[in-house]
């Protein structure tokens, strides 16, 4: 399909969700409501209809590398701050790329792959189909997809000096993780990136991917590696990252995945915010 029916049908589609998946919208409603409290109602409502269009283009651009890894979309790739990644590969340290869900995380897999060698970390999927789906279609471009739970594989991959990737923005429940404010809301943040950093000393970088919709463009940013982390205690390392995701949400919040119940685990006695 070319780009432009692609992008049309899939905000169609999003659109359609918006309507009829309930459960979804009550969720992405209520972190926008909790996330940017600071907007008007109307406000509010926009950034939600416009959430869901983004979404579902999303769905629909994530079939392209999974399922026509051939098809060329360099010209449609605009990258900046690959100096900071190449900085960070020459201390031969491996590289953690860290990121945010947003709705165009996959399509990057191509242009990401052609630069060095990446391994990417996920949580597996309950549904059969969409893991066989998800973990075969990101295995055309990347050297593993790890399961977010094998340390040891990950270690080695850094090790050998090579890049992991993942997005470490979504709620796994309390186990390996510590309440760290996230837009000014205690959320559940894992502490798993503290420990891979820690354990090779690695250097941490912020990467992020936004959908140009009018051009028909995709942008990858490298940020400069995050300093002083690991910082003194898992809390303050947390804070330090989910300060640099919520900065680079917040440069296009209609693109982030808010149907993820981002802070479902709350601190002892406060009651659930969803």
Sequence with gaps: ??????????????????????????????????????????????????????????????LIPWLNPDRDLKKHFEITGLD???????????????????????????????????????????????????????????????DRGDMRKTLRHLKSGKIIWYAPDQDYGIRHSVFAPFFGIQAATITATERIASSNSSPVLCFSVKRDNKRRKW?????????????????ESAKILNNALEKIIKECPEQYLWMHRRFKTRPPGEISLY
């Design 84 to 146: 900071h990644l190449k900085s960070a590969l020459s201390k031969n340290k491996g590289v953690i790329l860290i990121g945010a869900h947003f709705t165009s995380i996959d399509i990057c897999c191509q242009p990401l792959s052609e630069l060095e060698s990446v391994a990417v970390i996920y949580r597996k999927n309950k549904n059969p189909v969409w893991e066989d789906l998800q973990t075969l279609g990101r295995l055309n471009f990347f050297d593993h997809v790890i």
């Design 219 to 235: 942008s990858l940013v490298f940020d400069k590696e995050i300093t002083n982390f690991p910082a003194k205690s898992s809390f």
């Design 1 to 62: 399909m070319p780009l432009r029916f692609i992008f049309r049908l899939g905000a169609v589609l999003g659109t359609l969700y918006l309507f009829f998946g309930g459960r979804r919208r009550r969720i992405a409603r209520r972190n926008i409501e909790l996330c940017f409290s600071d907007l008007s109602r109307k406000e509010r409502s926009k950034l939600l209809r416009e959430n869901f269009k983004e979404s579902g283009i999303g769905l629909l651009e994530s």
